[in-house]
């Protein structure tokens, strides 16, 4: 083992050997020092699956959804039933009707917007009022009261309310979460049946 001789008197001389002292001599044929951690590079975290994902989310215009299929022909919309709100660049409006295979029963009426610019609750707001008004709801028979729904591993917020003055009737749920507003109309349900099967069409048209 060698060390680095000191070149210089004075002060420099001096520093050498505080240095010498502190480092210690390292062996010719010694590996690499090894790296602090403070002198790596840091990478990107893995993400980390959560409620509310990774960002913004898109819906999409998916052919089935909660085990409903998307109708066309006849079934099919013909435009947009419910005012979305102020549409602007880079969002995304989709709606349909959502129906059991065979075209049997009354189909689910859905609607909903992604990147939205204001607060989502918000606009899921204008979406309940915008379908109950499709439905023409009598506002002299009060407001409806929304009743909390547990979200499902998409996170939010999902609510359903009950526009009828009896425990079944035409139910309205809607979901509201970072960048995305939606809502659905399920006639002759519950609360309990409507909000289930919302989370459920929920997982295959939010991206």
């Known amino acids: 083992m060698k060390c680095v001789p000191a070149a210089r008197v004075g ?19 010694a590996g690499p020092p090894s790296t602090s951690p403070s002198a790596q590079v840091s990478q990107p975290a ?9 960002g913004p989310r898109t819906l999409v215009d998916a052919p089935s959804a909660g085990g409903l299929d998307r109708l066309t022909g006849d079934g099919a919309l013909a ?3 419910v005012d979305p709100g102020d549409m602007r660049d880079g969002m995304t409006l989709v709606t349909g009707n959502y129906g059991k295979p065979g075209g049997r029963g009354t189909p689910v009426l ?4 992604d990147h939205v610019p204001e607060d989502t609750n918000e606009r899921r707001e204008h979406l309940f009022r915008g379908m109950l008004e499709y439905i ?6 009060g407001n409806p009261e929304a009743q909390p729904v547990e979200p499902g591993p998409l ?7 009950l526009a009828s003055l009896s425990e ?19 006639e002759n349900s519950t609360l309990a049946d409507a909000g289930k099967l919302f989370v459920a069409m929920r997982a295959d048209l939010e991206r």
């Open 11 to 29: 002060l420099t001389a001096v520093a050498v050997m505080v240095v010498l002292a502190v480092s210690g001599c390292r062996s010719e044929d």
């Open 79 to 81: 435009d947009v039933p």
């Open 136 to 141: 023409q709801w009598d506002p002299e028979l």
């Open 110 to 113: 859905f609607e909903g917007v």
């Open 168 to 186: 079944d009737g035409n139910v309205i749920c809607g979901w509201a979460d970072e960048g995305t507003a939606a809502v659905a109309l399920f």
């Open 46 to 54: 893995s993400p980390t699956p959560s409620a509310e994902g990774n």
């Open 155 to 161: 996170g939010g917020s999902v609510e359903c309310l």
